[in-house]
């Protein structure tokens, strides 16, 4: 992107902070914000965000420390963990609070959208995964995990395929950022 893509306005406020207003809004117990590049910067796009900051100083060795890092923070005291994406701002409350709600009444080890039949982010993880989460290396999320999971995964259908969108290029922001 060739700068801080989490820092980029969508609407009127950055990226990270709509994903973090979208936490903050649902009924999750808390919200862990992993920082790890320009660090000081992205935190202070939170600044006045009841956030909690988890910082991932190993952040060039892969998505998978900042899983870790998250992991971490919460100290062990969680059923269960989202991962959001700082690069899908259009995620919601409701979204989430759906997610919540379906492990709630499943206790599925994983929980996912899903639009136009196909999986989704974010998604929700089980503290019976978290052993695993913590046991990974490298540039890799929890679609591994996921996988081997699969016959213990809830998909959540979404109507607005927007809510899942995830800006990994100049592209798709500029296809996206009038959008408020």
Avoid: W
């Avoid at 117990?29 to 320009?38: C, K, L, Q, S, Y």
């Avoid at 100083?57 to 998250?70: F, N």
Wanted: charged content about 20%.
């Amino acid at each position: 992107m060739g700068e801080q893509k989490l820092l980029m306005p969508v609407g009127e406020r950055p990226m990270v902070r709509r994903v973090a207003d979208a936490a903050l809004g649902s009924r999750a117990a808390r919200t862990i914000v992993v920082v790890g590049h320009e660090a000081a910067a992205v935190l202070a796009a939170l600044d006045g965000a009841p956030v909690i900051a988890a910082m991932n100083a190993e952040y060039a060795d892969g998505m998978s420390t900042s899983l870790k890092a998250g992991l971490r923070a919460s100290a062990g005291t969680s059923d269960a963990a989202i991962f959001l994406l700082g690069d899908q701002p259009y995620v919601t409350s409701a979204l989430i609070d759906e997610m919540i709600g379906r492990f709630v009444s499943t206790g599925a080890a994983v929980v996912r959208p899903e639009v136009g039949g196909r999986p989704a982010n974010p998604v929700l993880m089980s503290a019976q995964l978290f052993p695993e989460i913590l046991e990974q290396s490298g540039d890799v999320g929890g679609r591994e995990i996921v996988e081997r999971h699969s016959d213990a995964v809830s998909l959540v259908s979404v109507n607005d395929p927007r809510v899942c969108v995830d800006i990994d290029s100049p592209q798709d922001y500029e296809a996206t950022k009038e959008v408020t």
